[in-house]
């Protein structure tokens, strides 16, 4: 079993920016391909963005391209969210899920949620203007 733990969600302002992490407890994620979700209240959770196993590959939804960049470091055992010019519409509970996954293939098909094994509980983001 893969426990994952979120972290750095707040309360921000429309063009600020936050990091998101995500951790596995007591075992490293490296060995994982990480996905980031969000859910946004009476919505459905959807994809943010995805990265492989060694972090060469990367994939990110439409709305969120070009402001946020998922990365990882495997040294340390975390995978990030950076979320820059933050927007109303990013409001929502975030979440990271973890699945193995091999580093060879594209990760644009880890966009759906059932493709993942283990998830977090999620980090709260709000965007308020």
């Known amino acids: 079993q893969v426990q994952l733990v979120e972290s750095g969600g707040g309360l921000v302002q429309p063009g600020d920016s936050l990091r998101l992490s995500c951790v596995a407890a007591?075992?490293?994620?490296?060995?994982?391909?990480v996905g980031w979700f969000r859910q946004a209240p009476e919505k459905e959770r959807e994809f943010v963005a995805a990265?492989?196993?060694?972090?060469?590959?990367?994939y990110h939804a439409g709305p969120v391209t070009g402001r946020f960049t998922i990365s990882r470091d495997n040294a340390r055992g975390v995978v990030f969210l950076q979320m820059n010019n933050l927007k109303p519409e990013d409001t929502a509970l975030y979440f990271c899920?973890?699945?193995?996954?091999?580093?060879?293939?594209?990760?644009?098909?880890?966009?759906?949620?059932?493709?993942?094994?283990?998830w977090g509980q999620g980090t709260q983001v709000t965007v308020y203007s």
């Open positions: 990265i492989g196993r060694s972090g060469g590959n990367t």
């Open positions: 899920a973890a699945r193995l996954y091999s580093d060879s293939a594209p990760v644009w098909n880890l966009s759906l949620d059932n493709e993942y094994d283990y």
């Open positions: 007591g075992r490293t994620l490296s060995n994982y391909a």
